[in-house]
């Protein structure tokens, strides 16, 4: 069974740094596209960052560009997403995903496999 395991969440201040780590369990990292997508108290999820499978192409969405780095080490089997500026209004649920391939993380039947999700707070 696939397993999805967020973390590296937290509490930082606005203007502050975080860098989530997600790991894969009874599969390889190396089979998947992967993502981390958010999800705000009373708002809808939303896809931050993907990467592809051999991480040559990547998606950020345009509020996170030029202040999140999403990476992977597939030899690790590890999932990164650094984090940088943070606002407050990113305070979200942080979920990482796991998808057959990289059109899956905002179409098609979506990612395969999803984590618990880490807690982000970005503190005036």
């Known amino acids: 069974q696939v397993q999805v395991v967020e973390s590296g969440g937290g509490l930082v201040q606005a203007g502050g740094s975080l860098r989530l780590s997600c790991t894969v369990s009874?599969?390889?990292?190396?089979?998947?596209?992967m993502g981390w997508f958010r999800q705000a108290p009373g708002k809808e999820r939303e896809g931050v960052s993907y990467?592809?499978?051999?991480?040559?192409?990547?998606y950020y969405a345009d509020s996170v560009k030029g202040r999140f780095t999403i990476t992977r080490d597939n030899a690790k089997n590890t999932l990164y997403l650094q984090m940088n500026s943070l606002k407050p209004e990113e305070t979200a649920i942080y979920y990482c995903?796991?998808?057959?391939?990289?059109?899956?993380?905002?179409?098609?039947?979506?990612?395969?496999?999803w984590g618990q999700g880490t807690q982000v707070t970005v503190s005036t």
């Open positions: 995903a796991a998808a057959s391939k990289f059109s899956n993380m905002n179409g098609g039947n979506g990612p395969s496999y």
């Open positions: 009874g599969s390889t990292l190396a089979d998947y596209a």
């Open positions: 990467i592809s499978r051999g991480g040559v192409t990547k």
